[in-house]
């Protein structure tokens, strides 16, 4: 059974940090491209970073200097390291992994973690 299961969201005051895990199962998780993606009430979901299998990482330019996406192949989790955190960063966190094959495309989502800042 594949499974994407988010952990680590929660409530935090402007300013502070909050790290994000995603923990994959039944996949071949260095296979696949992970990343986080976020929905705001209202609001249309929106990449926040992804890492490829072998670390290169690609950042939403409003949050590439406050997040960092890493990986650990070797326990199937992706993390969101989340610094500096402001009350628009409230949303629910979506943790995703993608893996292009020559037959088409996997796309894995997780159930998402909710994320509150407080101003």
């Known amino acids: 059974q594949v499974q994407l299961v988010e952990s680590g969201g929660g409530l935090v005051q402007a300013g502070g940090s909050l790290r994000l895990s995603c923990a994959a199962s039944?996949?071949?998780?260095?296979?696949?491209?992970m990343g986080w993606y976020r929905q705001a009430p209202g609001k249309q979901r929106e990449l926040v970073a992804t890492?490829?299998?072998?670390?290169?990482?690609k950042y939403s330019d409003s949050m590439k200097d406050r997040f960092t996406i890493s990986r650990d192949n070797a326990k199937n989790t992706v993390y969101l390291q989340m610094n500096s955190l402001k009350p628009e960063d409230t949303a629910v966190y979506y943790c995703?992994?993608?893996?292009?094959?020559?037959?088409?495309?996997?796309?894995?989502w997780g159930q998402g973690t909710q994320v509150t800042v407080s101003s």
């Open positions: 995703n992994g993608v893996k292009t094959t020559a037959w088409g495309k996997d796309d894995v």
């Open positions: 039944g996949i071949t998780f260095s296979s696949y491209v």
């Open positions: 890492v490829t299998n072998v670390g290169y990482t």
